[in-house]
């Protein structure tokens, strides 16, 4: 099954490269056949100024809808927020044929495949790192990209050829990337994070704001 109106990468939803990955698949495809249980693509605008960068698909959210940050708690203050900005069409992301549509932005994942526990190991995100790197090298000169959390923080700066150290990870932090590109850190919008507070509606919305006001000036590409 193929979440329609998606915007696709060549081979992505055929990808088997990660062995425990592929088999947690298959073990949820058995256990449940209405669910999309294959590596779940971007969604959103194919030239985006705003490339959001997830962890992950859930197990029982993108997993399950094809979208990501679709159908669980971590999509309600992403897609609320976007909406928010004017990158939604709505404030809610229910499932992949509830017309909704991203204008100027897309949104993906490190690894595209669900990972057991939501942990997908070291070896893994190297795997899929490729399919970000298509994404980020798609990018116009000028874009912004939204890291949420750290280990999408590290995969753009892998997917971009860049050490760690280029860009150290901070709530609210910036940093200017090779190819006009920027980079903004936010902690993910996880139930996990808000229910402790270490990140609150306000929070994930500053960091939006600051996205909106960068892209609303000229691009200064150096």
Known sequence: MLAPGQPRLSGLGACTRCPRLAGFLSENRARHPDYFCLPVPPFGDTTPR???????????????TGRPFTGDYAGELLYDALHRFGWSTGPRSLHAEDGLRLAGCRITNA???VP??????????????????QELAALMPGAAILALGRIAHDAVLLGLGLKPSAASFAHGARASLPGGLTLFDSYHCSRYNLNTRRLNPEMFLAVLERVQQHLARPAIIP
């Open 50 to 64: 705003l490339l959001v960068v997830g962890l992950a698909p859930g197990l029982h959210g993108a997993n399950r």
């Open 111 to 113: 690894v595209k495949c």
């Open 116 to 133: 057991p526990a939501n942990k997908p190991v070291s070896a893994e995100i190297r795997n899929c790192n490729s399919w970000l790197t």
